[in-house]
């Protein structure tokens, strides 16, 4: 890793062993900055007061070796990202205004890319991952990660019961407890449909009635008119002296026929006039039918009146118009048909409910075998590798037990309460010499044992669920003596099958590194790039001694140092 302007280091490049790599210094030197630069390569949260004052941002690249085929490799290259020669390169920029960018194989990639791909190549532990194992939600889920398919297909089952029965729970709570408003409209709605069915409107019916009455309105007029119209046209039968239009015409047509022969225009004329004659005499016979037809009956005014009062009183409530109304009616229809369905459909998602409550305590059951399998085999191997770290009377083991519940779902002949992950409460007890009970790490467990216990169980997971590389930020604290020696011994076997980083105050533990880097300020506070370097003979005996004793050049520290070299480097 390059890493520039990050906390108090200005400018530093870090080379990790393939093996086992012991980052120690003063307390304040930086170190820490080393797990906070690697975090950030793997998507961890970007924080503003990481950059260097003074700096406009804080950059760190990194290296990283990846299996070839490995899930990451797969999903990376799908981001577009390029491996250089089985390597991805992966860089992290956080401006001084906390604005982040992340790149992969060159290319700019979302930083939640990056989160997913630490999961597969690295495993991070410190103080808050300790503390983190205190919860029983992390403790469950380090038991099923241990279990493997075991509890994962069974797991997997589960939660898409799970998520259907949430659905459907909560569809039907809404159709229950809105059941006095549904009824409500379903009531309104009936009405409304039963208003319309008893006025039983045609489509159209309120254009042809509204035309109908403005001519029953008019009758005597429209009669008046028409007969005029027509005597104008065809003659008036008691007055043979007078001229219509219709004998003007015929006239003209007569004057023309002596003369059209001579000319080929005024023949023309003569058709067109021939034309209007017929035209006159057809209007003139319609003008006489409209007229013999036409209906003043004031009856059938007052009947079309009230037939449109009855129309206007239903699109004054549904619509603008009768067609309007009619598609209210019709979705109203339809809503209604919905609306009514609702017991139907209450007694369907009743026994889907019911069922699916079956299935989840099936499943659940088998969960809970799984995991009380998978616990036996943990916790025996998490009680053997505590042996190799001076805690050979300790015992550890897991309480798996449910919670009664009435609400909940029946296993084994007993309600009890369920989520998202199964009804298993699963706490994970240490019994830390012969005759102490088992309890809860949380309150059973002091700051080594602790740190000792999540050793042991990341050492477990190494043989089931291995990942490329380990990082412990003083997973040792609160450990010293023996104990110390025997987690370096343990670290050190564990780097045999994976890249192990290691930050600590423990000589113990960096003894039995294969690379030792020491972070180191210059006068004025910072961490340069000759701040942080690679550890060898006398210079690794001087900071071991340091880190015994206080003191670079003690005899008495110097020889202890040697010492704990030589017993790591027998044990390797």
């Known amino acids: 890793m390059r890493i520039r302007s990050l906390g108090v280091i200005d400018d530093a490049v870090v080379e990790l062993s393939p093996g086992f790599t012991a980052v120690t210094g003063e307390t304040g030197a930086g170190k820490t900055m080393v797990v906070t630069s690697l975090g950030l390569l793997l998507g961890g949260r970007a924080d503003a007061a990481l950059v260097r004052i003074g700096a406009k941002n804080a950059v760190v690249e990194g290296r990283i070796a990846v299996p070839e085929g490995a899930a990451a490799v797969v999903r990376a290259e799908e981001a577009g990202a390029e491996l250089d020669d089985g390597t991805l390169l992966v860089s992290r920029t956080v401006s001084a205004e906390g604005r982040s960018r992340a790149h992969l194989g060159g290319r700019s990639v979302p930083v939640g890319l990056l989160a997913e791909l630490a999961d597969e190549l690295v495993a991070v532990h410190g103080q808050t991952d300790q503390q983190g194992l205190l919860k029983l939600s992390r403790q469950r889920q380090a038991l099923d990660r241990y279990a493997g398919y075991a509890v994962a297909v069974p797991?997997?089952?589960?939660?898409?019961?799970?998520?259907?029965?949430?659905?459907?729970?909560?569809?039907?709570?809404?159709?229950?407890?809105?059941?006095?408003?549904?009824?409500?409209?379903?009531?309104?709605?009936?009405?409304?449909?039963?208003?319309?069915?008893?006025?039983e409107p045609r489509a159209g019916e309120d254009v042809e009635l509204a035309e109908e009455a403005e001519r029953l309105g008019h009758a005597e007029a429209l009669a008046s008119a028409a007969a005029l119209a027509h005597a104008a046209l065809a003659g008036d039968p008691e007055d043979p002296e007078g001229v219509d239009a219709g004998t003007l015409v015929a006239g003209a047509q007569r004057a023309l026929e002596a003369v059209r022969a001579h000319d080929p225009a005024l023949a023309a004329l003569t058709d067109r006039i021939g034309e209007v004659g017929i035209l006159l005499r057809d209007v003139a016979g319609e003008l006489a039918g409209y007229a013999d037809d036409l209906d003043a009956d004031p009856l059938r005014l007052a009947a079309v009146e009230e037939r449109r009062a009855a129309l206007t009183a239903l699109t004054r409530k549904y619509g603008e118009d009768i067609a309007s109304v009619l598609a209210w009616a019709e979705q109203s229809?339809?809503?209604?048909?919905?609306?009514?369905?609702?017991?139907?459909?209450?007694?369907?998602?009743?026994?889907?409910?019911?069922?699916?409550?079956?299935?989840l305590g099936a499943l659940a059951q088998e969960l809970t075998d799984a995991r009380t399998e998978a616990a036996q085999r943990f916790a025996s191997a998490v009680t053997a590798e505590l042996a190799s770290l001076a805690m050979p009377h300790a015992r550890v083991s897991f309480d798996i037990r449910q919670t009664e519940d009435p609400e909940g779902v029946e296993v084994d002949g007993r309600t009890v309460a369920y989520g998202p992950s199964g009804v298993d409460e699963v706490e994970l007890l240490l019994a830390p010499h012969p005759g102490a009970p088992p309890r809860p790490i949380a309150k059973g467990a002091s700051g080594g044992e602790l740190s000792r216990v999540m050793l042991a169980v990341e050492v477990v997971f190494a043989g089931t669920d291995p990942v490329p590389t380990y990082l412990f930020d003083e997973v040792d604290a609160g450990v010293g003596g023996k104990a110390a020696v025997e987690i370096g011994r343990r670290l050190a076997k564990l780097a045999k099958t994976a890249q192990v980083v290691v930050v600590t105050h423990l000589p113990q533990v960096a003894a039995f590194a294969d690379r030792q880097l020491l972070v180191e300020k210059t006068n004025d506070g910072s961490v340069t790039r000759s701040g942080v370097k690679v550890l060898e003979g006398e210079d690794r005996i001087r900071e071991l001694s340091r880190m015994l004793a206080g003191q670079e050049d003690s005899e008495t520290a110097r020889a202890h140092a040697e010492e704990l070299l030589a017993t790591a480097r027998a044990d390797v």
């Open 333 to 359: 229809a339809a809503r209604l048909t919905e609306l009514d369905g609702d017991d139907e459909r209450i007694g369907e998602l009743t026994a889907e409910r019911d069922a699916l409550r079956a299935e």
């Open 155 to 199: 797991l997997g089952k589960y939660g898409e019961a799970y998520k259907r029965l949430r659905a459907v729970t909560t569809e039907l709570e809404q159709i229950t407890t809105r059941a006095r408003e549904r009824a409500q409209e379903a009531d309104l709605l009936r009405f409304g449909l039963e208003e319309i069915a008893a006025v």
